[in-house]
């Protein structure tokens, strides 16, 4: 049988779909799309759909994913331009239901890292009201480094009273960067470990959608957080990173972007260097191409598909 959080990760996956006010879905019974954010205008790539269900008084605002270029370059920077640029719109909308409504801030992805600042946000701007927010992310990277660089500190006493869910796949990589804001990290029980194929397969949403009408949910266990620590990257490289990834991903030529972003991973502080090769291993679209050209710079490598190790192969 279903339950409010399996109704929660579908909102996050509707979320990614183009959605109209005032449209109603099967999948979300009670629900309707009261208001859709998009920020095609300043092309931060920011999306989010509110779903409202007056009767039972939840808001649920899911906040999309990275489904475009755009949203590759706002992961290199943790997602902050885009959030800033929609925070104060955000905030004063769900204020106007939070007096007497349960909200509940979700996503997938960097949906899940963006939720995370927003109900950080929520918490302090609404202090009474923090029983009245749930925060439920899906393989959503970890919002602690980038409300940090937003505050200037990281306080988790603001989450006090705040409901906290942050669902991870246990073999998902993204969701270790940057430690999960509000703690309560719960690791899904893979539903079918035989068909495992990488990082694209355990970083999907649809491993936490219901099949069969049957909750992905069931059996979670608590785990650990295990962050991986990329804050020196961020500070004295992300736009960098961010401005390399955004032409990587444009149609134009891509060796000018793939010499910039050679030298950038030459410049990594060497502590940090193996997480963000193995992170940008997986999530280029050129797999193989990027794994010869730049498995070079890390100390030890897998073996490769042949059994050949990187250095072996551009030596």
Same mark, same amino acid.
Request: hydrophobic share 45%; glycine share 8%; aromatic share 8%.
């Given at each position: 049988?279903?339950?409010?959080? !399996? ?16 449209? +109603? ?5 009670? $629900? ?13 790539? $920011?999306?989010?759909?509110?779903? +409202? ?107 006090? #009273?705040?409901?906290? =869910?942050?669902?991870?796949?246990? *073999? !998902? ?8 804001? #509000? ?42 957080? =295990? ?19 955004? =032409?990587?991903?444009?149609? #134009? ?55 050949? *190790? $990187? ?5």
């Amino acid at each position: 049988m279903l339950t409010d959080i !399996d109704f929660v990760a579908i909102a996050t996956e509707l979320a990614y779909q183009n959605l109209a006010e005032g449209e +109603v879905t099967a999948q979300l019974p009670g $629900f309707v799309v009261d208001r859709v954010f998009s920020c095609a205008v300043n092309q931060t790539g $920011f999306e989010a759909v509110a779903f +409202v269900n007056h009767p039972a008084q939840k808001l649920i605002m899911a906040l999309r994913g990275s489904d475009s270029a755009i949203d590759f370059v706002a992961n290199a920077n943790l997602g902050i331009a885009q959030y800033l640029a929609n925070r104060d719109v955000i905030l004063s909308y769900v204020g106007s239901y939070i007096a007497t409504y349960a909200v509940v801030v979700a996503g997938h992805s960097l949906g899940g890292g963006l939720a995370q600042y927003l109900a950080y946000d929520m918490a302090q701007r609404f202090p009474d009201r923090r029983d009245r927010i749930i925060l439920q992310t899906q393989n959503g990277f970890g919002g602690i480094l980038g409300i940090t660089r937003m505050h200037g500190a990281y306080d988790p006493e603001v989450f006090a #009273g705040v409901t906290v =869910r942050n669902y991870r796949h246990p *073999d !998902d990589p993204v969701s270790r960067i940057g430690g999960q804001a #509000g703690g309560n990290v719960l690791n899904i029980v893979d539903s079918n470990p035989l068909v495992h194929d990488g990082l694209f397969f355990a970083h999907a949403n649809a491993r936490f959608l219901p099949q069969a009408n049957r909750s992905m949910f069931e059996g979670a266990t608590t785990g650990e957080d =295990r962050p991986i620590d990329l804050t020196r990257t961020m500070l004295e490289l992300g736009p960098d990173i961010s401005e390399a990834l955004s =032409r990587l991903t444009s149609r #134009g030529n891509l060796l000018p972007a793939i010499s910039q972003l050679y030298r950038l991973i030459r410049q990594l502080p060497a502590e940090e260097r193996a997480s963000v090769i193995g992170l940008l291993n997986e999530v280029l679209p050129f797999r193989r191409l990027w794994q010869l050209s730049f498995g070079r710079l890390l100390p030890r490598h897998p073996a490769n598909d042949d059994g050949t *190790d $990187f250095e072996e192969k551009v030596s």
